[in-house]
């Protein structure tokens, strides 16, 4: 791929094989559309079915979609890996599933939205529409939001939506310095980004709830829980002080 890229889009992928194709065939005709040149990169993380196949026929096709390999488990270690490997002026983070369609994606670019480090997609805003999603999972997420707000992330209503556009500034400053591997390292990431002094804001985004979601709504409570903990005995040990030390040019 020649030239500056103005947008890479970040797929995590774990056991995608039955969601990967029509997602990347939206991906695709999204990113062919484009007027600004725009990379695709899909990491696989360990999965046991077709999905890196999957991927890589795409990419045998398309010489702006890469395909990269994170043999640490979870979704956090697949992003790091995904967004340090990017070279775009900004860089979005899309779910397998493309739960936010693709059309919501220049919401989060120039012209449309200017002057932020992060922006960050979110289904509690108003002007944000959820779509099929069961009462019970709302209700689960906004009790993990009312702990993440508590003792870690005030003021931001959505941190676990799972598209978030940084620029590359603040990209290459805050990925380094994440160590949360599992659902949890959004707010890990949010953290290390307020404590460097980056600008973080929320979109409000349209968002579907599909089927078959790699979350289990008890077991990964209790274990983003204990992550949110984690992260804020980080923060009070330091870890994330160094955020917003490099430069880029």
């Not at 799972?162 to 707010?187: E, M, R, Y």
């Not at 709830?209 to 709504?217: E, G, L």
Request: aromatic residues 10%; proline residues 5%.
């Amino acid at each position: 791929m020649s030239g500056r890229v103005f947008l890479s889009i970040v797929i995590p992928a774990y056991n995608e094989e039955s969601r990967l194709p029509r997602s990347l065939d939206q991906v695709i005709d999204f990113a062919s559309s484009r007027t600004y040149p725009v990379e695709v990169i899909v990491v696989n993380n360990n999965s046991r079915d077709r999905t890196r196949q999957i991927a890589q026929e795409f990419a045998d096709r398309y010489d702006f979609v890469r395909v990269l390999d994170q043999s640490i488990q979870g979704k956090g270690a697949a992003v790091k890996v995904g967004m340090l490997k990017a070279v775009g002026e900004y860089r979005l983070i899309a779910d397998a599933d493309l739960s936010m369609p693709v059309w919501e994606i220049p919401k989060f670019l120039p012209p449309s939205l200017n002057n932020y480090d992060i922006a960050i997609g979110s289904r509690e805003l108003p002007g944000s529409v959820r779509i099929d999603e069961p009462a019970y999972r709302h209700l689960m997420g906004r009790v993990f939001s009312t702990y993440v707000k508590t003792i870690a992330i005030p003021g931001i209503e959505d941190t676990q939506c799972g598209f978030k556009c940084f620029h590359q500034s603040a990209a290459v400053n805050i990925f380094p310095l994440q160590t949360v591997t599992g659902f949890a390292f959004d707010v890990e990431l949010l953290m290390i980004a307020l404590r460097g002094g980056f600008k973080v804001i929320e979109e409000p985004i349209e968002w579907h709830h599909y089927t078959n979601s790699k979350v289990n709504p008890l077991r990964d409570a209790l274990r983003m829980t204990r992550e949110v903990t984690r992260i804020r005995a980080n923060a009070r040990r330091g870890l994330y002080d160094h955020a917003g030390s490099i430069i880029v040019e």
